[in-house]
């Protein structure tokens, strides 16, 4: 959960805060013209980071959320892990077309007009910017030395799965 709460809100940081702000339009189809990761490149970076770290790319936080899920998952019914890591490859499929059409898109469809010069849009703020690599380093620290959450987290999980066996054996 603590992952998913840092990249949302870097996901949202970027659509909202420096694409929306700046372009008044959320659809791919307009934004693939806009030639963004010229436009905004700071903004295309980020997206790039937090959209792998929403894949699960080994080093963020992502990455130890979905194995720890996967694993626990595998253990109780590896048939739904299965399911589970398929949707993982659907998520990622979107993720890679969000961010090639959004930042990264080089043709544009046939019978389309030349593409315009990149459009001239306000730059990207010095507090979009902190918070930006405030979430992504979280992430990433989070990623590298998971024990920090995990050491926290683990006293609460054995004294629930305690008090689950001592029901259960009631």
Same mark, same amino acid.
């Given at each position: 959960? #603590?992952?998913?709460? &840092?990249?949302? /809100? *870097? *996901?949202?940081?970027? !659509? /909202?805060?420096?694409?929306?702000? +700046?372009?008044?339009? +959320? $659809?791919? /189809? $307009? =934004? $693939?013209?806009?030639?963004?990761?010229?436009?905004?490149?700071?903004?295309?970076?980020?997206?790039?980071?937090?959209?792998?770290?929403?894949? /699960?790319?080994?080093?963020?936080?992502?990455?130890?959320?979905?194995?720890?899920?996967? !694993?626990?998952?595998?253990?109780?019914?590896?048939?739904?892990?299965?399911?589970?890591?398929?949707? @993982?490859?659907?998520?990622?499929?979107?993720?890679? +077309?969000?961010?090639?059409?959004?930042?990264?898109?080089?043709?544009?469809?046939?019978?389309?007009?030349?593409?315009?010069?990149?459009?001239?849009?306000?730059? @990207?703020? #010095?507090? $979009?910017?902190?918070?930006?690599? *405030?979430? @992504?380093?979280?992430?990433?620290? &989070?990623?590298?030395?998971?024990?920090?959450? =995990?050491?926290?987290?683990?006293?609460?999980?054995?004294? %629930? *799965?305690?008090? %689950?066996?001592?029901?259960?054996?009631?």
């Amino acid at each position: 959960m #603590f992952s998913h709460g &840092i990249i949302a /809100g *870097l *996901l949202f940081a970027v !659509v /909202g805060r420096m694409v929306y702000d +700046r372009t008044h339009t +959320r $659809e791919l /189809g $307009e =934004l $693939e013209k806009l030639n963004l990761n010229r436009a905004l490149p700071f903004a295309a970076v980020t997206f790039v980071l937090a959209g792998v770290a929403s894949m /699960g790319l080994p080093g963020f936080s992502g990455f130890v959320a979905e194995l720890s899920v996967l !694993v626990g998952a595998w253990h109780a019914f590896p048939a739904l892990a299965g399911v589970a890591g398929l949707g @993982i490859l659907v998520g990622v499929a979107f993720t890679l +077309r969000a961010i090639q059409k959004a930042f990264f898109a080089d043709t544009l469809p046939p019978g389309s007009p030349p593409p315009a010069p990149s459009p001239v849009l306000e730059p @990207i703020s #010095f507090p $979009e910017r902190v918070g930006a690599v *405030l979430l @992504i380093s979280t992430s990433l620290v &989070i990623g590298l030395y998971p024990r920090l959450l =995990l050491d926290l987290i683990t006293p609460s999980v054995v004294t %629930l *799965l305690d008090n %689950l066996r001592k029901g259960a054996a009631l």
